[in-house]
């Protein structure tokens, strides 16, 4: 079985490069990249797909997805994050621990991997717990999961408070060269908090926490990987405060990278308005010139990772007063459209934005894919940047809608997503 | 009219007119209460539910007493024994009582945002009885009442507000309000009880009593709020009085004709020295109580002409 793509504008995030040419796949792999379409003997390929001057990138590799099985099938199941995950462009989800209950022991691992191998059209490896029940006083089986194929360990928003007990599971981590993820916040301070503190949060009345909150949360683990010498990635930062720690250990040559949600990456808390609670996410939405510094922050590479935290939440645990309502928005299908505002307002190139949606979570969870080169897993996404759509929360694929961006206008549209060579998500091209 | 809203949530959608005009209804509710009879039937076949989910004795009172002067049935709710206890939550609390086609819900809530959320779901009007620490429309509606019959006027006039302005609803309606119609407005209180983001809001922040009530025409105390505290804001009730607790000598740098207010409930020998709270001289602390009937009476009779032009606007061919 052999595939052609041509006509499409190849995004090459490690030749950090867009040009038109066409790409050929077989058995699953990337075979063939030229940059001309000129002279393609058609005969060789068993199917030909003209991408009619679309762009062609490597697909997205979701860091930080939270599918709700095993516990809360009625938010979102395997099938249906899949499904929305395809219709995002996404080709691997790495998700989450965060499930009740957690996934801190191989058997319940075991789980999560049967059902991610027998209902998803795209890649899935999970992360497991770094300590049991996400409790902080435990460590959990890390060497075990790690055969079982967890990819990464994080107590997701639990943050360890006991440094004790951080250190010893950063050295065993480390002991074992596992990547361990971290929720940077000093929990003390965020506790009860639905805002970030200033002038919108007093207005409105909405309990709130400092962005300093963030910074000591980051200094106080970085302080730790330089004392274990563990793999270490913040799950997202979201202020300009927390950005210079980061560079400084970045430049003393920690082995530390950083992501940041698309959330963070284009709204304010000035969108939360008059408490809708879709808005609420964790940690909260920043002003904007924390919105702003994150972007340029992605632009120069401080911060490597682009999320959607896709965070599933029914409608009855949002249809509550603002401090009661859940935390968190569904982010798997709106996540290249959104980030695509980064590249419409010149903010970053495409190259760069690949970088981040895919390249670099491959590279830092060691997964394939990622990347346009040759023999590398042919997980794609073919989209039309310019394509302008009203999104309608009801037309998601995940189960639950809870989505910033209802009735937003949006530009740039997902046309096919292919995992492994098969194509899992397929609009027309719209001729 | 300038004020032909539905709902009234908060002081922060009025503008200047129709805050005006709530007043100048008020005043008339005032003198009808000084009246013997003190019946009107404005609100007759009317029926007014109180919700209150946090305890309240002085605003229920005034909203009940305000509903049956016009003439309205006024039904009390104890929420916080209800069903919300059972696991009910508040929209379908709203909705409940919606089927039974109130006229007007007065709401009370611990959390800020929650009134306008149960607005949104029933078709009656909606008063904010005050909100987690967002607003309290009608208290700031009687502060500028009662301001106003002392003082004549209620702009360009300097006005401190004092104490725990972090957990504070009163604060944030009044401070909104009087800045809306012209007057200056300063805080003066504990760096710990001011809110964040204070620098931005275009009012003078002091930390020291003294300084920030000189020449002041008036002063307003809030109370310290323990029970919205999560944690060491004051060291304790003697070093709060001592600093900013409200006495004649820290009194003596504002204008001598000074007026002393107070939303209630007051902690004597905490935030205000007790004989200064009833000195006849300054203190206007009854005068709010009772401008605050008339102010919600004010209230409730123009909710209830805005929402029946509405019905005949709907009606109309």
């Known amino acids: 079985m052999k595939l052609l793509l041509k006509n499409a504008y190849l995004i090459d995030p490690v030749q950090d490069h867009v040009k038109l040419g066409y790409l050929s796949i077989q058995d699953g792999k990337i075979s063939d990249i030229v940059y001309d379409n000129a002279n393609i003997n058609h005969k060789l390929f068993d199917n030909v797909i003209d991408c009619a001057g679309k762009y062609l990138a490597p697909g997205i590799v979701d860091v930080g997805v939270k599918i709700c099985e095993p516990g809360e099938r009625h938010k979102e199941s395997f099938r249906t994050a899949s499904l929305a995950a395809a219709a995002g462009g996404v080709t691997t989800m790495v998700t989450r621990p965060d499930t009740i209950p957690a996934i801190d022991t191989p058997e319940k691992l075991e789980f999560v991997i049967n059902r991610a191998n027998t209902v998803s059209p795209v890649n899935i490896y999970p992360m497991a717990a770094l300590t049991c029940g996400r409790v902080g006083l435990e460590m959990t089986e890390l060497g075990f999961l790690h055969d079982a194929g967890a990819v990464g360990f994080t107590d997701c928003d639990q943050v360890i408070t006991n440094n004790k007990i951080m250190s010893r599971c950063l050295t065993y981590a480390a002991s074992l060269d596992l990547l361990v993820q971290g929720h940077p916040q000093d929990s003390t301070l965020t506790m009860g908090a639905s805002a970030t503190s200033g002038k919108f949060s007093s207005l409105k009345g909405l309990p709130a926490v400092n962005p300093i909150a963030e910074k000591m949360g980051v200094e106080r683990d970085l302080a730790l990987v330089e004392l274990t010498g563990v793999k270490y990635h913040f799950d997202q930062l979201s202020t300009a405060l927390a950005l210079e720690p980061l560079r400084r250990a970045k430049s003393n040559g920690l082995d530390v990278t950083a992501g940041v949600s698309i959330h963070h990456l284009t709204l304010n808390e000035m969108d939360i308005g008059d408490y809708r609670t879709f808005f609420k996410i964790k940690p909260p939405l920043r002003s904007e010139s924390d919105r702003v510094a994150m972007v340029e922050a992605i632009a120069d590479g401080t911060i490597d990772i682009i999320s959607s935290m896709h965070t599933p939440q029914d409608e009855e645990s949002k249809r509550l007063p603002y401090e009661e309502a859940a935390s968190g928005a569904v982010g798997l299908e709106t996540i290249l459209s959104a980030s695509l505002q980064l590249f419409h307002n010149g903010s970053i190139s495409l190259p760069q934005l690949f970088r981040a949606l895919s390249l670099n979570p491959a590279k830092r969870f060691n997964l394939p894919g990622g990347t346009l080169e040759l023999e590398s897993q042919a997980d794609l996404v073919l989209f039309d940047p310019d394509a302008p759509f009203v999104l309608n929360r009801f037309a998601l694929n995940s189960k639950s809608k809870n989505t910033p961006y209802d009735e937003t206008l949006m530009q740039g549209k997902v046309i096919k997503t292919f995992v492994n060579g098969h194509e899992v998500f397929g609009d027309s091209l719209g001729e | ?317």
Request: with cysteine.
């Open chain 2, 1 to 317: 009219m300038a004020f032909c809203d539905r709902h009234l949530l908060g002081i922060e959608k009025l503008d200047p007119a129709a805050i005006l005009e709530i007043l100048n209804c008020a005043d008339d509710y005032v003198d009808l209460n000084r009246q013997t009879k003190k019946n009107s039937t404005i609100l007759s076949g009317l029926t007014q539910i109180n919700m209150f989910f946090e305890n309240s004795t002085r605003t229920q009172a005034s909203f009940e007493l305000a509903g049956k002067r016009l003439g309205a049935d006024v039904m009390n709710m104890a929420m916080q024994a209800s069903s919300i206890k059972k696991g009910e939550t508040l929209i379908d609390t709203a909705l409940t009582l919606n089927a039974m086609n109130p006229d007007l819900i007065v709401v009370r809530h611990p959390q800020s945002g929650s009134v306008k959320l149960l607005a949104e779901k029933v078709n009656c009007s909606v008063i904010n009885a005050g909100d987690g620490l967002h607003e309290h429309p009608t208290q700031a509606l009687l502060d500028a009442l009662t301001i106003r019959r002392a003082k004549g006027r209620i702009q360009r006039l300097s006005i401190a507000i004092c104490g725990d302005i972090a957990h504070s609803r009163v604060a944030r309606s009044n401070l909104i309000l009087l800045s809306k119609l012209g007057n200056r407005v300063r805080l003066i209180g504990p760096r710990t009880l001011m809110p964040p983001g204070i620098s931005e809001f275009g009012v003078e922040v002091f930390e020291d009593m003294r300084s920030g009530l000189n020449d002041v025409d008036v002063v307003m105390m809030l109370r310290l709020q323990k029970e919205r505290m999560d944690g060491s804001f004051v060291p304790s009730a003697r070093e709060y009085y001592h600093r900013w607790g409200l006495d004649n000598k820290k009194l003596a740098s504002a204008k001598k004709d000074v007026i002393v207010m107070h939303p209630g409930p007051m902690n004597r020998g905490v935030e205000i020295d007790g004989t200064l709270a009833d000195d006849i001289n300054h203190s206007v602390i009854q005068d709010q109580v009772e401008v605050g009937v008339a102010v919600r009476m004010a209230v409730m009779d123009l909710l209830s002409r805005n929402v029946s032009k509405q019905i005949a606007n709907k009606d109309a061919p």
